[in-house]
């Protein structure tokens, strides 16, 4: 799917079933997508769905059960809270004007976030912050229940994240286990998010106009490129009441992919123009829903959006733009949407 820069065509590759979901449901709103789901991409329809009731703990994509253990909204709310107070405490650091952002985006992001947020904290756990556990649960919980099997030795001196803090101070080997994985939960989506956030405005967009602000580039590229590009709801009472099409053993899946794409709803869908940010509410466009809906937000979008800015100002800054050579990209089927590689070049110093 060609997608016009401010200086060329790219073309963005997305994996077949999301190209089929662009191409057969795209303007629709209640349709049917198995036996047994139905997707909504209308924004009154969504709307409602989402209100009727808030997500179960087996919906929520971070803070689903752990090793078997329910993980409560408070608990879930005090574990972000944690995370915030790490990022806020790394912020407050000087950031080196001379640091590499360029080569292959979203990993070179993550790896400068990770060291940013989470730089002091034992190796064990800075390694739950790799992608390449992404490939299998298995392989992340071998990880973890490696880890909490090694001894604890926390230094007086070490300057841990308060997150690390959760695990330092676990009890045993079972808690311990839980604890790393909460900071996996916990702090790797923040970097994943981030990451992938900015790689995915700098190929939808770059180079920038100089006026043009980070923010309205973030909100732009999630529009295009939502990071929640589905929303699943179980089979539930309620829905069969808001659309008859809707079955009472149908699961919902709700699709800001197509509803961010909708002609009904954007001027211009397919185009890549961070300016209508100027005129436009990102918390109260109809269909808008890069970070959930209204009645549920995500709990890290407002870490999320202020780290995004941050690596786009630094990038903008040294000058570097996406490679001229590169003339596609691929976003492959996995559930943070984003471009599978960037690869970021020295540009033109100065240009903000």
């Not at 295009?224 to 808001?242: D, G, K, V």
Request: glycine share 6%; with cysteine; net charge positive.
């Amino acid at each position: 799917m060609p997608l016009t820069a401010s200086s060329r065509t790219r073309t963005t590759v997305f994996a077949p079933r999301l190209a089929a979901l662009l191409r057969d449901h795209l303007g629709r709103d209640v349709f049917r997508l198995e036996p047994d789901t139905v997707g909504v991409a209308g924004p009154e329809a969504m709307d409602r769905i989402l209100a009727a009731r808030r997500a179960t703990e087996t919906e929520r994509p971070t803070f689903k059960p752990l090793h078997g253990r329910s993980i409560g909204r408070p608990e879930a709310a005090a574990i972000m809270r944690t995370i915030g107070a790490d990022v806020r405490a790394a912020l407050k650091n000087p950031i080196p004007e001379n640091v590499d952002l360029s080569g292959p985006w979203p990993i070179t992001g993550h790896f400068f976030l990770r060291d940013l947020i989470l730089g002091n904290d034992p190796y064990r756990l800075r390694l739950l912050m790799s992608r390449y556990l992404e490939l299998t649960p298995k392989l992340t919980w071998s990880v973890i229940a490696a880890g909490a099997a090694l001894p604890r030795r926390p230094r007086p001196d070490d300057r841990l994240t308060a997150l690390a803090g959760l695990f330092t101070d676990a009890a045993g080997y079972q808690d311990r286990r839980y604890a790393m994985g909460m900071y996996r939960r916990a702090a790797a989506p923040v970097c994943f998010t981030v990451s992938t956030l900015v790689a995915n405005a700098l190929w939808l967009g770059a180079p920038f106009d100089e006026d043009v602000s980070n923010r309205n580039l973030i909100h732009e590229s999630a529009r295009l490129l939502p990071p929640s590009w589905n929303i699943l709801r179980y089979a539930s009472p309620e829905y069969p009441a808001i659309d008859q099409r809707i079955g009472p053993a149908d699961d919902v899946l709700i699709l800001p992919l197509l509803s961010h794409r909708d002609p009904a709803l954007w001027d211009a869908p397919e185009k890549f123009r961070p300016e209508r940010w100027d005129s436009l509410d990102p918390d109260t466009v109809p269909g808008y829903l890069p970070f959930g809906h209204s009645s549920e937000r995500c709990w890290g979008r407002h870490m999320v959006m202020p780290l995004a800015e941050l690596l786009l100002d630094l990038i903008r800054r040294q000058g570097l733009t996406v490679d001229p050579e590169q003339q596609r990209a691929k976003v492959p089927l996995v559930g943070l949407l984003g471009v599978e590689e960037v690869r970021l070049v020295g540009g033109h110093r100065g240009r903000r």
